[in-house]
T-cell receptor, first 117, second 115 residues
């Protein structure tokens, strides 16, 4: 079974600085999808960024980017120019590529990010 | 679109009572997922449907839990009888299509407290 590990339960960063959240996963598949979700205090789960394993180029969405290291099975999230609104729980998630309906996401345990004004 | 709608947002009940959580997916989406979030176990998938048919219910903790999707616009998750260890936030999510990124859109969750 696939597992997703987030080894940092909590992180903090000064406003406007850069922070990196770590995620590793275990799979025997060669193609799959990886996601970072944000959960602010409102509880709403919001997709931040996504990456398909066969694409070597790291995904970027504005201030958010990933460092995808397939061989190391590592998928870290970098947040640049941190803002107060970035404070949230961040979850890394994995999903297989399938044409047979296996759409389930496997989540890590989350990293709570605090932004220091 | 209003997004995924869940009701109620908060539910407090006593042990032994039946609890029903409701979800309306985004119109046109053909996948619906029920997740549970607890401090101890994190986010875990309970069950998911494709075109109203349950595909994988291996995450349903026990027979006290059941989920149905009678049509494309509605699903419910029932717990009968409820126990204090069922206290959690329950999320419903929906997505469209098979393969590809198929982003799952989450509802705001229902916080269930069983006393």
């Amino acid at each position: 079974a696939q597992t997703v590990t987030q080894s940092q339960p909590e992180m903090s960063v000064q406003e406007a600085e850069t922070v990196t959240l770590s995620c590793t996963y275990d799979t025997s598949e060669s193609d799959y999808y990886l996601f970072w979700y944000k959960q602010p205090p409102s509880r709403q789960m919001i997709l931040v960024i996504r990456q398909e394993a066969y694409k070597q180029q790291n995904a970027t969405e504005n201030r958010f980017s990933v460092n995808f290291q397939k061989a190391a099975k590592s998928f870290s999230l970098k947040i640049s120019d941190s803002q107060l609104g970035d404070a949230a729980m961040y979850f890394c998630a994995y999903r297989e590529v399938s044409n047979f309906g296996n759409e389930k996401l496997t989540f890590g345990t989350g990293t709570r990010l605090t932004i220091i004004p | 679109d209003a997004g995924v709608i869940q009701s109620p947002r908060h539910e407090v009940t006593e042990m032994g009572q039946e609890v029903t959580l409701r979800c309306k997916p985004i119109s046109g989406h053909d996948y619906l997922f029920w997740y549970r979030q607890t401090m101890m176990r994190g986010l875990e998938l309970l069950i998911y449907f494709n075109n109203n048919v349950p595909i994988d219910d291996s995450g349903m903790p026990e027979d006290r839990f059941s989920a149905k999707m009678p049509n494309a616009s509605f699903s419910n998750l029932k717990i009968q009888p409820s126990e204090p260890r069922d206290s959690a936030v329950y999320f419903c999510a929906s997505s469209y299509g098979t393969g590809g990124y198929n982003e799952q859109f989450f509802g705001p969750g229902t916080r269930l407290t069983v006393l």
